[in-house]
Structures are given as C-alpha cells and as structure tokens.
C-alpha cells in the first residue's frame, strides 16, 4: 500500500494561513489608521454660538413714542448713547453661529450673526455682507508665527459683542465708540510662555468686506498672560476716514487678573484722537463669584469726549463727560445665563428727557434682564 507523504501539503497550508494572517492584521491595521483620520479630522471641526433676548426699561426716562394732540412725536425712548441693549420693552439680541475648523497648520473662522445686536455690529457691511462678523482663514507657520487673512473682530479694549463672552449685558462707551472689526493681513507672534506680540495692517476701521477708500491703518499688540491672568498693550494707526486725511491714534490698555478663587478684578483705559476729534477713558470690572452658579460683578467707567474749537462730537458733545455704573448679576442653569442688570448713567450736560416730559436730566437709570443660551 502506497504511504502518503503530508509534510509538503502541511507546510504549504501554514504559509497560506500564515500570508492570510498578516494580510488580515495589514488590512485591519490600515482600516485602523483611516478611522483615526477621519475621527481626527471630524474632531477639528467647531460648531459655536449664542441666542439672546432681553427686557428694558427706564426707571426716570422716557420709555416710548411720545406724541402731542396733533399726532406729532415730541419724545422718543431715552437710551445710554452706547452700543446695544438700548430698545424698550421686550427685545431681541442676535443669533450667533460660529464655524471653525482647526488643522495642525491651517484652519478658518465663519462667524455669523442676525437680529438687531448683529445688524449694529456689522453697520458699514452691506448686501450680504451684512450677517458676517467675522470671516478668516489662518496659516500656522511654525510654533511662533501664525499668518490670519480676513476679517476678525477687534483686538482693542475689554468687552467684545458677544454678549456670551461678557460679564455685562450693556455695553461701555470705550468699546461702543473703539473698533468693532478689522480686515486685513496679521501676524501673531508666540515669543515664549507668557509674552506674545502682533502686527497688523487693515483697512479702515469697520470697512469689512473691501476697502473703498485707499487708505490703511495699522495695528500692534503686546500681550503677557500667566495661570492668574493677562494684560494688553494695544495700538491702532492709520486713516480712518474717506473725508479726512488726518490719521487716527488710539492707545489702549487691557487687563484682568484672578486676585483669589472667588474675586476678579479687570481694567480697562484708551485713548483715540483724529485731529482733535476723540475720547479718553477708564473703566474697573470687580467681579465675585458667590456660587457655581451665581456670580456678580460691576463695570465702573468714566468716559469724557476730546475738546475742540469746531465742536464736533463723537457721543454726546465736545467735551461732554459721562459716567456709567452697571451692575450686574449673572445666574448659570446648563447652557442658560439670566443676567439682571441695573445700569446708571451720569453725564456734565442734561440730555435725557425725562418721563414726565417737563424736563431734561443730566442722568437716566435703567434696569434690563437678559437671557443668553451659548452653546
């Protein structure tokens, strides 16, 4: 009887079994890596933003349409000449939604808003320019260099126009009549830890989607942060007008830091001058975190316009002052922030009418209460 010989056949079945094995672990470990990928790449994209809504009212101004016995207004709702919150009654902010995308060398920023707090925000944007408040793309160089092309919200003074991202609800005189955006080319710079730096050139201040007039401003930062907080050293430079050739100086200076767990102290100082034309001003931001969910805080600011001989105003008149006392409280449920807040604002000439129509008052008292959901 013929004996059968299996150690050829046994050893041809290994090496088959063994190049399937290693062709299943290489597929498997391929399929591994594109799974990374793309949940690395799906992880870079940003979805932000914030709704808000509040009710306003006057406690001594006028908080409606006046009209006299022949239909014919005489008084209108009396407001703090800063920018937002200012409407009677129930009233809506905006809507905000923020798009990013963040790659080890280059990203983008779409931030859009709608509703009235936006519509101020982006005033000199028309057609449908006029929902964009910020729209950017980036270039990370290396560790210390990042490259940004587009239109970005400003780097000058303390508060910003998302109402999410401040502790009050109004807004300051200083951030009302500074910058809100700028489009151009910056560079930031990272020198160490601690110390930052940028350069910018843009177009005229707030001219966000082109530059109709020729004529460009340039902007500088110093920064300094740590675990406890940061301060910035800001300047602005440049012809901001299509009427004058007069340049504009601004300098400003921002500041917050953590003195305990519970109790923060922020500054805020500026000054900005076109050929006479300007302000100056200064503001504390003291906040105490009384709860997880419960926090108060107030903004103390003073604000008085430049003097000159033509009497032209940015607010309310050459050389007029103002002072703006806004407390705030601000409760946290989930994604939800309640923010009640009681505003006084004193000026050195009478300009608010008041609500019994028989006078002018150099002051106007008012109290809001806002809700914000950030997501």
């Known amino acids: ?8 056949l046994t050893k041809f079945l ?16 391929e399929l591994d890596t594109e799974i ?8 870079n994209w940003t979805l932000s933003g ?14 409606k349409v006046e009209y006299d016995a022949d239909g014919d207004p ?3 709702p009396q407001a703090p000449a800063s920018s937002f919150a200012n409407t009677p009654g129930f009233a809506l902010g905006m809507a905000n939604v923020i798009l990013g995308y963040e790659g080890s060398k280059v990203g983008f920023v779409a931030d859009l808003v709608f509703g009235p707090r936006g519509e101020e925000a982006v005033f000199n944007s028309v057609g449908s320019s006029n929902i964009v408040n910020q729209l950017y793309v980036y270039y990370n160089v290396n560790d210390a260099l990042t490259l940004t092309l587009g239109n970005w919200n400003t780097f000058l003074g303390y508060e910003v126009i998302s109402p999410a991202a401040n502790f009050n609800y109004s807004t300051s005189y200083m951030f009302s009549y500074g910058p809100f955006s700028h489009t151009g080319l910056r560079a930031d710079f990272n020198f160490d830890d601690n110390w930052t730096g940028m350069l910018a050139v843009m177009n005229p201040t707030d001219f966000t989607e082109f530059n109709p007039y020729g004529k460009y401003s340039f902007g500088g930062q110093l920064g300094y942060s740590n675990t406890s ?6 300047l602005l430079y440049g012809e901001q007008s299509p009427v004058s050739d007069e340049a504009t100086f601004q300098i400003d200076l921002t500041t ?5 767990d519970a109790f923060y102290l922020g500054f805020n100082t500026t000054y900005a001058d076109t050929d006479g034309t300007g302000f100056y001003g200064a503001a504390i931001y003291p906040q105490f975190q009384a709860s997880d969910s419960f926090a108060i805080g107030l903004r103390a600011e003073y604000f008085k316009e430049l003097e000159n001989d033509f009497d032209e105003a940015i607010v309310y008149g050459s050389g007029v002052r103002a002072l703006d006392f806004t407390l705030t409280g601000s409760y946290t449920v989930g994604s939800l922030i309640v923010k009640p807040e009681f505003r006084l604002d004193s000026l050195s000439e009478d300009m608010f009418v008041n609500r019994n129509l028989n006078n002018i008052d150099d002051n106007l008292s008012s109290f ?8």
């Open 368 to 375: 809001l209460i806002a809700a914000i959901y950030a997501f």
């Open 14 to 29: 290994l090496l088959v079994a063994v190049v399937f094995s290693s062709s299943y672990t290489y597929a498997q470990e």
């Open 256 to 260: 917050g830091w953590d003195l305990t």
């Open 74 to 76: 005489i008084a209108f």
């Open 36 to 43: 990374e990928e793309v949940e690395e790449e799906t992880s």
């Open 50 to 63: 914030s709704v808000d809504a509040y009710f306003r009212t006057n406690f001594n101004g006028v908080n």
């Open 1 to 8: 009887m013929k004996v059968i010989k299996t150690s050829n």
């Open 229 to 234: 907080g940061s301060a910035f050293l800001n």
